[in-house]
């Protein structure tokens, strides 16, 4: 639902707005509002400069993005909503990862 944090609270202050969203893969906080991120983030397929300032840009896909293209690219019917189910049943963080660089 996005409405619990890993850090116990409904919701946590942004962080940061340095990193900007200029490219696909990039990784970033959903978030209703300023300091109202959850546990929901979205994966760009494009770059989106009007999110910049808005939503905290937190990391990058390595590895997978034909996986997110094939998301991107399922079928949707009325709001938007896939005609065919789409199941993460998987995730995690690739050991030996580096932090993005503004």
């Known amino acids: 639902t996005g409405s619990a944090s890993i850090f116990g609270s409904e919701s946590f202050?942004?962080?940061n707005f340095?990193?900007?969203?200029?490219?696909?893969?990039?990784?970033?906080?959903a978030n209703?509002?300023?300091?109202?991120?959850g546990s929901q983030f979205f994966i760009?397929?494009?770059a989106t400069p009007h999110l910049d300032g808005?939503?905290?840009v937190l990391g990058e896909v390595l590895d997978g993005m034909d996986v997110i293209r094939k998301i991107e690219s399922?079928?949707?019917?009325?709001?938007d909503k896939p005609l065919s189910p789409v199941i993460i049943a998987g995730a995690g963080q690739l050991a030996g990862?580096?932090?993005l660089e503004s």
């Open 13 to 15: 202050d942004d962080e």
């Open 18 to 29: 340095q990193l900007k969203h200029t490219q696909p893969g990039l990784l970033s906080m």
């Open 32 to 37: 209703s509002g300023p300091n109202s991120n």
């Open 44 to 46: 760009l397929t494009a």
């Open 54 to 56: 808005k939503h905290v």
């Open 74 to 79: 399922t079928r949707t019917g009325p709001g």
């Open 97 to 99: 990862a580096k932090p």
